[in-house]
């Protein structure tokens, strides 16, 4: 589950998860008379995607047709979580949107983030091209949504009343710095996933910080 990426979580878990919020968003869409043309058919597309297309999109960045290209599922490099570094006096510190028990925007120790994730890989990386003052700004956005609640079926990125973890990265760097890092509109017909933030190094948008690499404890 992208939002739920514990190791205690099988996919056949996830995969109902994910199947009764999508029914339940699908359902909502329909029931409402102010629903538009656009959103139901999103509702439509939804309903007849099956959990393995949507984890590998949204975690791999890859439509399912092309996995051959790559010699199959497991040699794609896929990415599930994301967050905001902030460094206060010294201490690092990581604002996300979490799913799991806390379903919220929150905003924890680094130390504590990574002793949560004893063997995930982290990459990190800086946004390029910002002032200080845009930088200090793309923070204190972040630190503004804390508390929020956690909506992973929200497809307006400019909505800042409920996030998920890209999202919250995307929506604080267009209002620091008046654009949106990846160069398109708010309004999704899918979700901005972690793996097409991550890829936007390649461009030139984010300047690596260090390599991945794994941290145990």
Known sequence: M?????????????????QLERDGFVAKVRSDPTSSPELRQLA??????SYGEFATRYLSDVDTARIAEYGGLDDIFSVGHVGIIDVVGGVPYV??????????????????????????????????AMSDKQRSSFVEEARSFVGRPYDFWNFDLSDDSAFYCSKLVWLAYRRAVG?????????????????????????GILQNVNVPRQYSY
């Open 95 to 128: 604002i996300e949107a979490v799913w799991g028990g806390i379903k919220k925007v929150q905003r924890i120790s680094y130390d504590d983030w990574l002793k949560a994730r004893p063997s995930s890989w982290v990459w990190v990386a800086r946004p390029v």
């Open 44 to 49: 439509t597309y939804l309903e007849a995607l």
């Open 2 to 18: 992208p939002y739920d990426s514990s190791e205690e979580v099988t996919r056949e878990v996830a995969a109902a998860q994910w």
């Open 179 to 203: 654009h949106s890092i990846d160069g398109h509109a708010p309004t999704r017909s899918f979700w901005f996933s972690p793996k097409q933030l991550w890829s936007l190094h390649r461009s």
